[in-house]
């Protein structure tokens, strides 16, 4: 190692949570030792009651050394008094880490179970008839304090009224060795950490915020080094606060978890830079509530110092399943901390730690994000790629579970942004999270991902495109969360026309006449951009056109005199797109753009008017309309010629009738209008008549019908204007159906 300072009073920058008021928890961590059976091949410590507790975690005495077979316990929930079942801890733990500190233990990882008062242990050593457990078993369990209080004194030490020290004596196992904390022997002895004659029990002054404070000044001179190069060795003054090219996210600070400072009192470590980022998960449960977070943490930190013996909390970062951030190691925020949580890698990297296990479920989309942001602005404080490559230096020799062989001294290609097991071999952080590292690296280095517009407000989608008058709101939509988005931009035709937040969902814009392309351009923090697919937008002003005017017509079908059968006709185009034409009166009906004639009836001698309004997509309206007043004329008011007999029913229009089976005798009506109907009775036995109009002959009419059918309008006539007219009907006395009977004559005026 190149050398090793302690710094009193060191600046570090604070985190963000407002935790001015928090103070030190007291935690109580209590030791038992376990007893090993004669053999050495098992340990246990007997069903108890204790006092209470919520996480735990069993240590040996040799950090190198590791259970081959499985550690599993048994808690009794303060709740209600039940037993769990066994539950395993993870064991490929590595305490490595701190090794070259006296005391420092082997251990499993912490386990949260969550307020406890019982307690039972089994460790097994394996397969093999030869496999030992380690030496020194012991189960540690914590009581992490719940809350905190600016008036709450520091204290050093945990109480330990079971379990004062490592004495054997207070051991069920004479075979147990708790007090044995020498330093054991490695083949490979990490060169992350210096050996504690290298730091004097100086204790740094902590802010409110557990960060220390004031400035730095080197208390000791650097010693030789043992590490492989001296490039890789921490600082030999405090490293500058380095502003990042990313946001800070929002951090809980140590003194906002409740950290008890006094506890490690050494001060910190520092690396030259920061070229990496690893992931980690602390295994254990994720049933824990996000309200107990704190307490999870604070349990990790007397875990790993007052069971394990190192200097601090490993992690230099904290993330629990909803996505809060925690300081973890001291020294500042924004300082290249050396932590202890990669074996190997500790230099020039920086640990965050998800509380849980992510073996067989994935993290939540709240932790990924978390993660990313710290990862992001931690690299971006020395100019690194979230989503590139970086070469690390090895600080000892071995190999990982992708069977890659390390040697130390030598550099290795990793990835910015890598998971603990790319490191030596360890489970961690867990399969599941290990395959979302791809998905933090993107949320991290950006571009923004699934940036499309969502909708166009002010405006009328008609096939692949919208059209508007003018004024329109763009709402859009990405998949990146908000947190990593700088701005937006909305761009009509490849320029700016508005900004907006990261946090926006839609902007306004205000367009001229004409078709236009309109995208969104997402800028992630990371600078770099994003453009959605454009939508095709186009401003319209015109109103449609009327090219026919409405104009009503009779037509046939059954009379009566409050519904004369009516045919209104019309036609509208617009330049742009017509959307719709919509009859407003004398009823409501809306009309596709295609659309020219409608059939309507009317009251008989009631001028209605019609009024109609053709619309565009872009909302632009005309309007037109057209009056008519349809009149019956009954077949008593006719000018009549030959022989024709009257007929009375119900059936019939106003209850009379004509019939005539006298060939060429004929009924004459004159009238004023633009549109005349005969309207006559039918049958399977009814004749033919000729119609003359204006003394010309125009039509044949066979009123046969295979139905009976009355006030029938058979034949219908119609003229572009108004105009007096003389319609006239013939007998033609039809072989075998002579007779014709007719009901009268309509005309529209």
């Not at 090794?99 to 082997?106: C, K, M, T, W």
């Not at 004659?197 to 100086?202: D, L, N, T, Y």
């Not at 404070?213 to 490039?231: D, F, G, L, Q, V």
């Not at 044949?700 to 007096?724: E, F, H, Q």
């Amino acid at each position: 190692m190149a050398g090793f300072v302690v710094f009193q009073n060191v600046t570090g920058d604070s985190a963000d949570n407002s935790d001015s008021k928090a103070g030190p928890v007291r935690t109580d961590v209590r030791k038992t030792a376990l007893k090993v059976a004669a053999d050495g091949s098992s340990a246990s410590l007997g069903r108890r009651d204790t006092a209470p507790f919520s996480m735990l975690g069993v240590t040996w005495t040799d950090p190198a050394a590791k259970v081959t077979g499985a550690v599993e316990v048994r808690t009794r929930s303060v709740a209600n008094g039940t037993w769990s079942s066994w539950t395993p801890l993870e064991t490929d733990h590595d305490a490595r880490n701190e090794a070259g500190r006296p005391g420092v233990r082997g251990s499993t990882e912490p386990r949260w179970v969550g307020p406890s008062n019982g307690v039972e242990v089994r460790v097994t050593a394996g397969g093999k008839v030869s496999a030992k457990v380690p030496a020194g078993l012991r189960l540690d369990t914590v009581d992490p304090g719940k809350g905190s209080s600016p008036h709450a004194a520091p204290v050093a030490f945990a109480d330990e009224t079971d379990a004062p020290t490592d004495d054997p004596s207070s051991s069920e196992s004479p075979s147990a060795d708790p007090t044995d904390t020498s330093e054991p022997t490695s083949s490979a002895t990490e060169s992350d950490t210096a050996p504690a004659s290298e730091a004097p029990p100086v204790a740094p002054s902590e802010t409110a915020t557990g960060s220390p404070s004031a400035t730095a000044t080197a208390s000791t001179s650097p010693t030789a080094s043992t590490s492989p190069t001296a490039s890789t060795s921490p600082s030999a003054s405090l490293p500058p606060a380095l502003p990042s090219t990313v946001p800070k996210p929002p951090i809980t600070s140590r003194a906002g978890w409740g950290a008890d400072e006094s506890i490690s009192p050494q001060a910190p470590e520092y690396n030259d830079t920061v070229k990496a980022v690893f992931v980690h998960h602390t295994a254990g449960t994720n049933k824990y509530s996000c309200a107990d977070s704190a307490e999870v943490v604070r349990g990790v930190y007397a875990l790993h110092v007052e069971s394990e013996g190192w200097k601090d909390i490993g992690y230099n970062f904290l993330v629990d399943k909803c996505g809060t951030i925690f300081e973890g190691r001291k020294g500042g925020l924004d300082r290249p901390v050396l932590g202890a949580h990669t074996y190997g890698f500790n230099r020039e990297s920086t640990g965050i730690a998800v509380l849980g296990t992510y073996t067989d479920a994935a993290a939540p989309s709240a932790v990924t994000a978390s993660v990313a942001r710290i990862a992001a602005w931690k690299l971006g404080q020395y100019k690194g790629d979230p989503a590139g490559s970086t070469m690390l230096t090895a600080g000892v020799t071995g190999s990982n579970g992708f069977r890659k062989t390390f040697t130390a001294g030598t550099q290795y290609s990793f990835k910015q942004i890598s998971g603990h097991r790319d490191g030596f071999n360890t489970e961690c952080p867990g399969t599941k999270l290990y395959e979302q590292l791809p998905a933090i690296r993107s949320l991290a280095a950006g571009p923004v991902t699934g940036l499309a517009i969502k909708s166009v407000t002010g405006a009328t989608l008609s096939g692949t495109s919208y059209y508007t008058k003018s004024a329109i709101t763009v709402g859009w939509s990405a998949s990146t969360p908000s947190a990593f988005i700088s701005k937006y931009e909305l761009l009509v035709d490849g320029k700016t026309v508005a900004t907006a937040a990261g946090t926006a969902t839609s902007a306004k814009a205000t367009l001229g006449v004409g078709t236009h392309s309109v995208q969104v351009r997402a800028t992630h923090q990371s600078g770099k951009t994003a453009l959605s697919a454009a939508a095709t937008v186009v401003a319209d002003q015109t109103a449609p056109i009327f090219t026919t005017k409405p104009n009503l017509a009779l037509r046939t079908g059954t009379v009566n005199t409050t519904a004369v059968p009516l045919t209104l006709k019309w036609k509208a185009t617009d330049t742009a797109s017509l959307k719709e034409v919509r009859l407003t009166a004398p009823v409501a009906k809306t009309y596709g753009p295609t659309t020219t004639s409608a059939s309507h009836t009317a009251k008989s001698g009631v001028a209605t008017t019609w009024s109609m309004s053709a619309y565009d997509t872009a909302g632009n309206t005309a309007a037109a309309s057209v009056s008519g007043t349809p009149v019956i004329l009954q077949e008593t008011s006719a000018t009549k010629t030959g022989t024709w007999t009257a007929k009375s029913s119900s059936s019939y229009l106003g209850g009379k009738s004509y019939s005539s089976s006298s060939k060429g005798a004929s009924l004459s009506w004159t009238f004023t209008g633009r549109s005349a109907a005969w309207v006559v009775s039918r049958a399977s036995t009814s004749g033919q008549a000729y119609v003359y109009v204006d003394g010309t002959k125009v039509a044949t009419v066979d009123l046969k019908s295979s139905t009976t059918k009355y006030r029938d309008a058979l034949w219908t006539k119609s003229w572009s204007t108004s105009a007096k007219h003389t319609v006239k009907i013939v007998v033609v006395a039809t072989s075998g159906r002579p007779a014709i009977t007719t009901d009268g004559l309509v005309y529209l005026k």
